[in-house]
Structure formats: C-alpha cells, structure tokens
C-alpha cells in the first residue's frame, strides 16, 4: 500500500477535525502530499421568489468566502505539512464531488470521519464513497490511536475468486505496512459462516468444522504473509457470520483500526442487500479502512 497523496473531507465547522488530525500522523509516517476539501451550502431558495439572481450568487460567494478562510485557519492551525492545499466547496453531493475529483486527480487513500447510521433506502455519504471505490477509503471513529493496540485484518479465506484472493492479500500488505509504522500488533479475523438452524437440528458438527477450517486456514494465512510473522494465538477464525463476528473479535482485542476488503455491490441491489463490509460497519467503534480491488 503506497501512500503518496491524500485527500481528507474536513468535518463541518462545529465539529471536532478528526479526519485531519489522523491525516496530518498518516502523512508524516508517508511523507505524503495532503489536499483538504471542505463542503458548504445553504438553500438560497428560501429566500424571497423576487431577490434578484445577482443578490443570492453574492451571498454564495460570502458563504464560500467565509468557510474558506475557516478552513485555511484550521489547516494552518494543524500539524499537516506546509505543503498541504485546501479548498472550499459549495455542494450538498459530497460523494458525488469526491467520485469526479479522484477521476481527475490521483489519490492513495481519502480520509474521512465516519458517520454510521442506515435506514431502509438512505444511503449516507459513506456508504457512496465505499461503493464508487475511487481509493482506499479511512473512516475515522473518535478515538485516537494509541502504540499498544492492534490493528485487525478480516480475510474472506472460503472464497476461491481470484479477485477476493487478491484483496486478501492487499488487506494482508496494507496491515503489515500501518503495523509497522505505528510500532501495533496484528491479528487476522475470519469467520466461518454456519447455518444456525443445521448446527440446532445437529446436522453439522460446529466443532469439527472449525477445527478443520483451523488446520486448512493457519497454514494458508502465514503463508500470505510471507516473511512477516503472526503468531497463531493472533489468528481468530470464529463460526458466525462477519457483521457478528468482526465487532465481536475487534472489541475483545482492543482494535484501533480494522482493515477490511470490501467488492460492493451497487444500485439497487445494494441498496436492499448492502455488502459484508457495510454490514460489519454499522456495529463497529474502531477506525475502519476500507480497500477494494
């Protein structure tokens, strides 16, 4: 995982600048370039029908203007490298603005505060950003990193696609990098998916299937990271399914940062059946770093 450029959303201006603290670390360990993008806008249209079109285009430009030079101040004011640019943008569509700017523009990772919460067909900005997977997406939670918490990969070892055997193994490279520079320890997550009703009728053997599970998965995860070691008591292979298993594993551990492949599905089918990194998102309190392929 190269980082060499990165685009950060600023948080509103009432809120703590959590995506630009963790940028301004992220960017000191990899000597990456930063651009800051902050979003204003207000709905002129409440305005009386007859105010004259040059009269709302001046309050949008003193709007701009003023967020502007909040957001310059609060660049300036933060431990990002002199190098960093910033600006200001009047759009409600964030994703939609983010999708078209790293169309034109090159970007390793885009840093953004997370905000979790879903409703039937309301799909929220960070759900867009997973699913148009324009870089590496990190949404950051409220609480800081610290040196002796661990960073958490979750695998999908069942599937034989060669595009998820892939994203393992970008998942695998992108931990090894962030543990190391982060002086963190690393543990795999995978979970053995189940039928709750087969293993009640005691038509399968739980026990005997995650034994071996074990015994073909271990082998196959050391191997993937290569010269790297993990030690075994590091590698959680639990039986459930990921939304449960992943949170559940995260917490026990204290992990500061989850890493997770993610293919997602768009439209509406991703709308009604949402995707294993989504739902494993809503129950999460870490750092979550979203890669796809």
């Known amino acids: 995982m190269n980082v060499n450029h990165i685009l950060v959303i600023a948080d509103r201006k009432e809120s703590l600048q ?4 963790h940028s301004a670390i992220l960017a000191s360990q990899f000597n990456a370039s930063v651009h800051v993008v902050g979003f204003c806008y207000e709905r002129l249209s409440i305005l009386a029908d007859n105010t004259p079109e040059q009269e709302l285009e001046n309050a949008k430009q003193k709007i701009i203007q003023t967020s502007q030079a909040w957001l310059d101040e609060t660049v300036a004011g933060s431990s990002l490298p002199s190098s960093t640019t910033d600006e200001m943008v009047w759009s409600k569509d964030i994703a939609g603005w983010v999708t078209q700017h790293c169309a034109d523009h090159q970007y390793d990772l885009i ?16 759900w867009h950003l997973l699913r148009n997977g324009s870089a590496p997406l990190l949404l950051v939670a409220d609480k800081k990193w610290r040196k ?3 960073i958490m990969l979750t695998l999908d070892l069942a599937s034989s696609k060669k595009t998820k055997q892939s994203l393992n193994q970008k998942v695998i490279d992108a931990g090894i990098q962030l543990a190391n520079v ?15 009703v087969l293993k009640d009728l005691g038509i399968i053997n739980k026990s005997k299937l995650l034994q071996e599970a074990k015994e073909k998965y271990i082998p196959q995860i050391k191997q993937m990271f290569g010269e790297t070691k993990i030690a075994e008591k590091n590698i959680h292979i639990k039986s459930g399914y990921p939304d449960k298993i992943v949170p559940s594993v995260a917490s026990d551990i204290g992990a500061a940062l989850v890493i997770m492949g993610s293919v997602g599905r768009k439209g509406l089918k991703a709308k009604v059946l949402g995707n294993t ?6 129950l999460l309190k870490t750092d979550v770093l979203i890669i796809q392929p």
């Open 18 to 21: 959590k995506a630009v603290g």
């Open 111 to 126: 840093i953004k505060t997370g905000h979790r919460s879903e409703h039937a067909f309301y799909v929220p900005t960070d």
């Open 148 to 150: 002796k918490q661990s």
């Open 182 to 196: 982060n002086n963190m320890t690393l543990h795999v997550c995978f979970g053995l998916a189940l039928s709750p």
């Open 277 to 282: 990194a989504e739902n494993v998102l809503t």
